[in-house]
């Protein structure tokens, strides 16, 4: 069965860290890019970052370049988000997105069933 | 970066009867050298992830009824549900990947009268 399972996500104070992964199966894991794309509660969709197959080109929102970091396996199919210096604005659920990439553009073709983050006091 | 604006906040819709949608993009999303409209459509069913319906603003994705189409070029684009069904109750995102950031509309949200 084709399926990303996030985890890693819970309750951090403001200024901490915490580190998400996305366990993928059911698809060649390395030819495709990967990306997270966070909800706020009760709010829209946002991209946050995007890593090609190979692990060599990363990107990020700018809210959160310099903060974040997106990272990969591909032995052991495996997607990673280290987060650091967190904010009460980065609360949201963080959802794992397999990407189909189109040079520098890209949209979001499975979703994993997503991992809350919740940045508190 | 550009914008996606949704139309409306939220509809009710009788079942059977047709929903539309619209999204608006602050600039155009057609790529002039292949000729295609680089719009998503998503379905967010209460308490579940975003699920891809629609590419290339108009293609369906493998198993997505065909109630479901999307229409439209350039700036403004359309989601419509032919014949609204109990399931298809749901927030509907449209996203942009024309450029390097992706952005989302902020969502219509589909229930029945």
């Known amino acids: 069965e084709v399926q990303l399972l996030e985890s890693g996500g819970g309750l951090v104070q403001p200024g901490g860290s915490l580190r998400l992964s996305c366990a993928a199966s059911g698809f060649s894991f390395s030819i495709y890019a990967m990306s997270w794309v966070r909800q706020a509660p009760g709010k829209g969709l946002e991209w946050v970052s995007t890593?090609?197959?190979?692990?060599?080109?990363?990107y990020y929102a700018d809210s959160v370049k310099g903060r974040f970091t997106i990272s990969r396996d591909n032995s052991e199919n495996t997607l990673s988000l280290q987060m650091n210096s967190l904010r009460a604005e980065d609360t949201a659920v963080y959802y794992c997105?397999?990407?189909?990439?189109?040079?520098?553009?890209?949209?979001?073709?499975?979703w994993g069933r997503g991992t809350l983050v919740t940045v508190s006091s | 970066d550009i914008v996606m604006t949704q139309s409306p906040d939220s509809l009710a819709v009788s079942l059977g009867e047709r929903a539309t949608i619209n999204c608006k993009s602050s600039q155009s999303v057609l790529y002039s050298s292949s000729n295609k409209n680089h719009l998503a459509w998503y379905q967010q069913r209460p308490g579940q992830p975003p699920k891809l319906l629609i590419s290339w603003a108009s293609t369906r994705e493998s198993g997505v009824p065909d109630r479901f189409s999307g229409s439209g070029s350039g700036t403004d684009f359309t989601l419509t549900i032919s014949s609204l069904q109990a399931e298809d109750v749901a927030v509907y995102y449209c996203?942009?990947?024309?450029?390097?950031?992706?952005?989302f509309g902020g969502g219509t949200k589909v229930e029945i009268k």
């Open positions: 890593i090609s197959g190979s692990g060599g080109g990363t």
């Open positions: 996203q942009q990947y024309y450029s390097n950031i992706p952005t």
């Open positions: 997105a397999r990407t189909q990439w189109l040079s520098l553009y890209w949209y979001f073709d499975l």
